[in-house]
């Protein structure tokens, strides 16, 4: 699929970095994923003239929605997943299509025939990813981080599926798309203030997933494309609708915040790079590595 460039560009976005284009692939375990940890950067990526390419693990038929999970979210979030990699200016979406573990059942306790992505075997899946890395001449591929950030089955599975993809395909830069652990609990005890804003997921149960500030790499500035973040978030439409007892979800409660106030909440996005130490200084560019060679 080659999705076009932004359609709302609100911001003034910089010119074109000169040099040498890249190629990023971006692996996530669900529909929405990619606009909430790395949109921005996506966006950016594009902007600067790299090749974006976008690698979605399942059918995300396990989310919720106000009409319930099944088939028929499934074939929503598709379409969803297109109008969301449109606006990020992604050129090429990949549906791997497995299907989505849930997060509050374990992983085929339904006794369904099909496996749950989260059960299927690293090996298999990381030969699927790497594929996709060797036709795309992969540059940098981001994953997530060993904890799968907030501890989603799929979340996890995904890091190791990314990390051994990288390794068949030898893609030279992997980051771990992550956040701030520090940011994070500090924003979610903000946002429990408001009744029903957060649901279940505060401060408390966040814990120790995601990433401490001092095994960061990266901090990507994406103020200039938060237009296209919001875009993005704002294509995921069942996600972030009313959820009953789990009151507005996520992605709704971001898009309530005003526009100003959502581009400096969400201007940053967060990446480790496998084996490269921090530094003093968080690097502002994901191709950094790349740079330097």
């Known amino acids: 699929m080659v999705g076009a460039r932004n359609p709302v560009p609100r911001e003034r976005l910089p010119r074109e970095r000169p040099g040498p284009r890249f190629?990023?692939?971006?692996?996530h375990a669900h529909p929405d994923d990619e606009a909430l940890l790395t949109g921005g950067t996506l966006a950016r990526a594009a902007a600067e003239g790299h090749r974006v390419v976008l690698v979605v693990a399942t059918d995300?038929?396990?989310?919720?929605?106000?009409?319930?999970?099944?088939?028929?979210?499934?074939?929503?979030?598709?379409?969803?997943?297109?109008?969301?990699?449109?606006?990020?200016?992604?050129?090429?979406v990949v549906r791997l299509g497995h299907r989505d573990s849930g997060y509050l059942e374990p992983a085929g306790a339904d006794g369904d025939a099909v496996p749950v992505f989260s059960a299927l075997s690293v090996g298999q899946l990381a030969a699927e990813v790497a594929a996709v890395l060797r036709e795309e001449g992969a540059d940098v591929l981001t994953t997530y981080d060993a904890r799968g950030g907030y501890g989603h089955?799929?979340?996890?599975?995904?890091?190791?599926?990314?990390?051994?993809?990288?390794?068949?395909?030898?893609?030279?830069?992997v980051l771990e798309a992550t956040i701030?652990?520090?940011?994070?609990?500090?924003?979610?005890?903000?946002?429990?203030?408001?009744?029903?804003l957060v649901g279940d997921v505060t401060a408390d149960r966040v814990g120790e997933g995601f990433t401490a500030r001092g095994d960061?790499?990266?901090?990507?500035d994406v103020r200039a494309h938060a237009g296209a973040k919001r875009a993005a978030l704002a294509a995921?439409?069942?996600?972030?609708?009313?959820?009953?007892?789990?009151?507005?979800?996520?992605?709704?409660?971001?898009?309530?915040?005003?526009r100003p106030?959502?581009?400096?909440?969400?201007g940053r996005e967060w990446f480790t790079e496998r084996g490269r130490a921090p530094g003093p200084t968080l690097l502002?560019?994901?191709?950094?590595?790349?740079?330097?060679r």
């Open 23 to 27: 190629v990023l692939v971006s692996l």
């Open 60 to 92: 995300g038929a396990a989310g919720l929605a106000d009409a319930g999970p099944g088939a028929d979210l499934a074939q929503r979030r598709t379409r969803e997943l297109a109008a969301s990699a449109a606006a990020l200016g992604v050129a090429r």
């Open 153 to 173: 089955p799929d979340h996890v599975h995904v890091h190791a599926v990314g990390v051994a993809a990288a390794a068949l395909a030898g893609t030279p830069v």
């Open 180 to 196: 701030d652990r520090t940011w994070v609990r500090r924003a979610l005890r903000v946002a429990a203030r408001v009744p029903g």
């Open 216 to 220: 960061l790499t990266h901090r990507v």
């Open 236 to 258: 995921h439409a069942s996600q972030s609708e009313t959820g009953g007892r789990r009151g507005v979800r996520g992605i709704g409660a971001l898009l309530l915040l005003p």
């Open 261 to 266: 106030v959502f581009r400096r909440a969400l």
């Open 284 to 292: 502002d560019d994901v191709f950094a590595s790349l740079r330097g």
